[in-house]
């Protein structure tokens, strides 16, 4: 299994920036998708980025041209960057990956960390 522990999280006002952090340990060599999720509480859990082994990112619609998902492949850590942030941004933010092992999909997550954006 992989190990993931996010780290970063915290209070800011609304216009503020913050970097979460997403260490992994563990079987790491076969993750094809790593990922931030978050969750509000009475909200169902949102994909909020994804970054593939290739380098290939996506991004949820809310969060274009303010947040940034990057990777240290070297360091096995995987980074958020946000900025411009809103007070609709509260959440535990989550990371995950997705590993492909012997024809099986793992999903490994975090505990989560959490964000709050105050007006």
């Known amino acids: 299994q992989v190990q993931l522990v996010e780290s970063g999280g915290g209070l800011v006002q609304a216009g503020g920036s913050l970097r979460l952090s997403c260490a992994a340990s563990?079987?790491?060599?076969?993750?094809?998708?790593m990922a931030w999720y978050r969750q509000a509480p009475g909200k169902q859990r949102e994909l909020v980025a994804t970054?593939?082994?290739?380098?290939?990112?996506n991004y949820a619609d809310s969060v274009k041209g303010r947040f940034t998902i990057s990777k240290d492949n070297a360091k096995n850590t995987l980074y958020l960057q946000m900025n411009s942030l809103k007070p609709e941004d509260t959440a535990v933010y989550y990371c995950?990956?997705?590993?492909?092992?012997?024809?099986?999909?793992?999903?490994?997550w975090g505990q989560g960390t959490q964000v709050t954006v105050s007006s």
């Open positions: 563990g079987s790491t060599s076969n993750i094809n998708v």
């Open positions: 970054i593939s082994s290739g380098d290939l990112i």
């Open positions: 995950n990956t997705r590993r492909l092992r012997f024809g099986t999909y793992y999903n490994d």
